[in-house]
């Protein structure tokens, strides 16, 4: 105890509670590691998950107690899984009073898409397109997450996918690089503000690096091997936005890249990430990623495993207990040097320091806050906002939305249509189950029309969980006919279909992407009474929804919105927010299709030569076109673009352009328009996409407003990493496209010069 009085006295008398300058945070995270035994700084290197009912006694026997006694010895960095301000502190004061050297535990915690107020699944934030929505959303996450004890989150995810039978296409932000820099930029920024030192900023983690939303088939875990020009053109970005916005954390990945498991891959953390990129903060593994190496095939045991992983730059042990069991020993024998195992630990200490944890490691321990903070007003309102802008209007043909609000017959059918878990989605640990507001509650607060409801069918059998596999009903057709009957004489039959909450996320990949179970069939037989169909859509991926994209009028993309969804939806149904959003992934026609996205290479064959001769590249039993393409979304305004112009035809590689057109609405509505403007460079050291998202803007118009917008393009927006290995313009020609979708509207020619 004594001790550590002494190093609390000269660690950290001047620290106060503003930021410390980079020198004097250096030096104190280095007369710390100066004091620490080789025991004692493995121990920070080592993540334990939430092990006990920690406000319960400890345990005196089995797996736990052998960490409980690890804790109690200083040999626990970190922990995960441990949440609420009274089990927080209980393990804090056991780090803080008990250790010989007092460092406080950095508690991480899987916050994803909110804490107990859940905002919509970030795939579906993405679609928003609103960098500033989404900042306020990973903001009140993490403000919910900190006032619950917790630091640190394992987000954002940045993985780029265009594999939508992979389950975690729903933790991202979808299939574009720039799309996804930005939102990975806007997303650290929420949960870290511009200081961390305050009580409602938390660490952000992205991850998983690298490639993970590559994986062969969409199987999660799946290997995955790509090239040089995919991995830094279009993997590597958000990750680099990520510490362009400061992200304190990495977290490496399940899968191996190109024959290494991340986790292993000295490549991705040290040649990269800590050199090329210069990063100083922390890697974590993935859970139990550095034992998985045994399973890959790379190492031979867990001390194997360990040295392998510490090796490629692993700074954190996530519960593989490798480091803790092994690395002492592998000092010893020469195959790990210390300075790594130094270089590590500062990394880890140096964000203990930032959070502030050094001059109150009880900081987020505060039950006054835990109680005001969690679900409060503000936060509703918050995920609210969001969760409406994330909503996609994928066709609206004839008039059937906006509803009107009185005077109508409504049915309202789906095994999703009152369901209060299913919006939830996936990947919400805290979040307490049936807390959403149904769709069915949500057109209730709507008074003025007669609502009847029936399910349907069951879309599962038995419970939905996070952990355990759940069966599809494909077999219990008992409610297709009350459903039926309840929609004949309805002006409006509102729909909701889709996937149940736990059918995306970790482990949870498809290999057709048709609605599941008896939906379609109970959808045609809906039909068949009556056509007046809004279909509103909740899951976590893109759907092969093709029958319903030829039949019914109306189909609205609302994901899974998260706590306050049936309140968003039916504002959006009533027209009370005119809907903005946009795709961020390609919805396919077929599964067959995939990988399918926007921004593919031309080839060698791109087109039709005519007269039936099949040589190029296509399919003989589908189109190569997507259902919805990236970046469409309707809105119950119309909007023109006209009027292209750019500011010169030829440009220096170091000069920018102007590129500006009209944009007008021409419809009795006002609406906002998400802009995009992508570039194609027609001929590269390494061949260029066809088209390229390298700018966008919102911009909200009155009935029959124009606008004239306008956009810069810089060095920046034409680099690419190309054969030289190096970000630069290559001169040539360009094509620059705007539209409301990438099937752009508007295109010119420019060219660029030395
Ligand atoms: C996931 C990570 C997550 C970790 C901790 C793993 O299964 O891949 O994304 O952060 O678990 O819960």
Redesign the pocket.
Known sequence: MKLKLIICVGLFLNLGNSQVSKNSLDQKVDSLLNLMTLQEKIGQMNQYNGFWNVTGPAPTNGDAANKYAHLKSGLVGSM?NVRGVAEVRKVQKIAVEETRLGIPLIIGF?VIHGYKTLSPIPLAEAASWDMEAIRKSAEVAAAESAASGINWT?AP?VDISRDARWGRVMEGAGEDPYLGSRIAYARVKGFQGDDLTLPHTIAACA??FAGYGFSESGRDYNTVDVGTSTLYNTIFPPFQAAIKADVKTF?NA?NELNGIPATGNSFLQRDVLKKEWNYNGFVVS??GSIGEMINHGYAKDGKQAASIAVNAGSDMDMESYVYVKYLEELIDEGKVDVKLINDAVKRILRLKFELGLFDDPYKYCNEERENAVIGSKENNEAVLDVAKKSIVLLKNKGSLLPLKKSGLKIALIGPLAADKNSPLGSWRIAGDDNTAVSVLEGLQKYSGNILTHQKGVELTIGKNAFITETKINTTNRKGIKEAVEAAKNKDVVVMVLGEYGFQTG?ARSRTSLDLPGLQDELLKAVYAVNKNIVLVLMNGRPLTINWANENIPTIVEAWHLGTQSGNAIAEVLYGDYNPSGKLPMTFPKSVGQIPIYYNYKNTGRPTNPGNDIVFWSHYSDESNEPLYPFGHGMSYANFEYSNLILGATSIKNIDTLTVSFTLKNTSKYEGKEVVQLYIRDLVGSVTRPVKELKDFKMVNLKPNESQEVTFEISKETLQFYTANNKWEVEPGDFKVFIGGSSKTTLEADFSVTE
């Open positions: 995960l899987d394992f995810m991850k998983h977290m399940f993935d859970w970790e």
